[in-house]
């Protein structure tokens, strides 16, 4: 682990993270169980997007873009999943498969694009 | 109308998103500050040696073990005081038995039987828990000399998810249309919570609260795994097990009692959302068996008991020999007898069901095993009243509390062996007596010591002291007021007042009159303390040592008082101001010292 965890030097006790991740896991339970779309996408999108931050900021990976890929393949595992499922539920799981893999693709293009287009920064951790 | 819904929620989820990106970035420029230059939205962050952005932002990001302790604890005060409000309600409908058609002051049996259940959730996943959490994560790496907690981060998210846990765990309380509370009781027994029937518990309230439950349960472990790798792995080299402290035993037990737990209750609570919600049939009658929720949720239940218990214990001996002028009385066996409770509390749970029709050789069996656990827990006792023999005894509050402790444990214990008694248990199942026996050990025991535990350590958190008078009526109101209480409960029991009803025959009117006058004391007890805590941490007096209970003098201080010592030094040395305060949350004020 690093021996100064934090956000910058001067704020080693502090990370903007934990609080979306934890903000976007029950958003997405909710979305995924309810079959409410917004919500399923979104919350993951939040968790997704907030553990490849909290990757990237306690130097387990250099950028956060290929986590997110990594997240986003895991993701699309699931909305695989459901969809695989589907027919064999009394409940139609489709409408929370599609938005699992409408959640992944998200981060697919978003880490995609982060990793050609983002400008490198000076990264400190 | 559903297209219009579904197009807000996609607006608001976006917002929320956008927002969340606006304020990541913003704060992604702290990055570049250099510590000189300082500045932006803190105005007095100028400091160099500050690790934290000021005001409200710090308390929302930082991964600091002590701030996120401090959170857990004001985050589990709040649900102390919405499951003490909700419990003060049932009390005071209990003081006229009413009849079915209408109760006299909460109007229905389906509103008591809402508070019902949301107290038992809140006390024992948003108070119990958290308030535990709270005194591991302050104290756990101060003890054992650790810089933090293994991972600061995951210790943030366990905190952070506790709060969505609650709001929806509570949910059927707001003005939500078509939402109701939940009304299953805390066991949620299926089929009731399986939402089948012609009863309204196929409610999403009743989701919602599943998933709050869900989530407080990740929380949990989250913390749990967190702690076990704190203490073996960031112990400082002079902290080895063989003088590793009673608390952070009891917390390593408890963790590896969450960890085995905890995503036990997970699961189950999945399987019920899925009967509930995408039709399998885990606790249907006829295709599944509404007997297995049992098996499953006491599987987690009953090891939970302990996972509220064995920390609380830990406090207490911790505590009590400082005011007992002498090291804790047969150390070893403290420690020894903690572990065989973490083993032997995993083979109980079935004697939460002996009047299920459960096979007699299991009951049996499972009796055996109830009735064993009680040895461990005497060991502990006797421990205690031994350390206190001859002991020089100051009864200070924390040592009120912890004597207090003691004495409610052996009333709740012992009314337990009764019950682990299955010819016993058959008569005095899902009476009152099992009520006051329970409650007796979660107030009675449990409460009290995380009360000897916030009030020896109010000094060392906040620099101050609390107002003594004042915490010694609370003391004394809660003891007169737990024992008035529970122990009329007992009493009700033995008469067969059966639990978890709004209304009772006239004959048991003069004992639940007793009950509500004693639940009174203790929430007038209760308010004495939430104004205590209060306004002694913005203006008690200051403490004037870095030795404020004296436990120098018979050589019986420990390692969270040498950090306060040292904390107060350097902060002496560097103009007396900051530091000291800042660290914790306190304000410092320019009249201070």
Known sequence: MDETPGLSDQYRMVSPWPLFVALGLPIAELGLLFGLVPLAVGGLLLFG????????????????????????ALTFVVGGALLYADPMTTVSLTLRGYATVAAAVVMLVVGVGGELFAFDTDVAA | MQVTGQLLLTVLMGALLLGVAV?????????????LGAGGTAGESGYVSQEKPSGIIRWFTTVDHKDI???????????????????MLMRAELWTPSNDASLDLLGSATFYNSLLTSHGITMLFLFGTPIIAAFANYLVPLIIDADDMAFPRINAIAFWLLPPGALLIWAGFFP?????????????YTPLSAGVGAGNQSNVGVDLMLLGLHLTGVSATMGAINFIATIFTERSEDVTWANLDIFSWTILTQSGLILFAFPLLGSALVMLLLDRNL?????????????????????????EVYILVLPPMGIVSYVLPRFAGRKLFGFKFVVYSTLAIGVLSFGVWAHHMFSTGIDPRLRASFMAVSLAIAIPSAVKTFNWITTMWNGKLRLTTPMLYCIGFVSN????????????SVPVDLVLHDTYYVVGHFHYIVMGAITFAGMAGIYYWFPLVTGRWYQR??????????????????????????GGMPRRYATYLPEFATLHRIATVGAALLFVGGLIFVYNIATSWVEGTRVSSGDPWNLAEKNLNTAEWAWFEQRRETALADGGEEGDAVTDGGKVDADDE
């Open chain 1, 49 to 72: 997007g907030s553990v490849a931050g909290m990757l990237r900021e306690s130097g387990y990976v250099s950028t956060p873009w290929r986590a997110l890929v990594a997240i986003s």
């Open chain 2, 23 to 35: 304020f990541l970035a913003r704060v992604e420029d702290w990055r570049s500050y250099t510590p």
């Open chain 2, 69 to 87: 302790g401090l959170l857990y604890g004001t985050y589990a005060l709040i649900a102390f005081v919405v499951g003490g409000t909700m419990v």
């Open chain 2, 176 to 188: 939500l249309p078509d939402v109701i509370p939940a009304q299953t009781a805390w066991t949620m």
């Open chain 2, 279 to 303: 039709g399998t049939t885990f606790f249907v009658v006829g295709g599944g068996d509404p007997i297995l929720w049992q098996h499953l949720f006491w599987f987690f239940g009953h090891p």
């Open chain 2, 409 to 420: 444990f052996i009333i709740g214990g012992v009314t337990g062996v009764f019950l682990a």
């Open chain 2, 469 to 494: 008078r004042l915490a010694k009526a609370h003391f004394w109101l809660w003891m007169v007021g737990t024992n008035l209480t529970f122990f009329a409960m007992v009493l009700l029991g033995y």
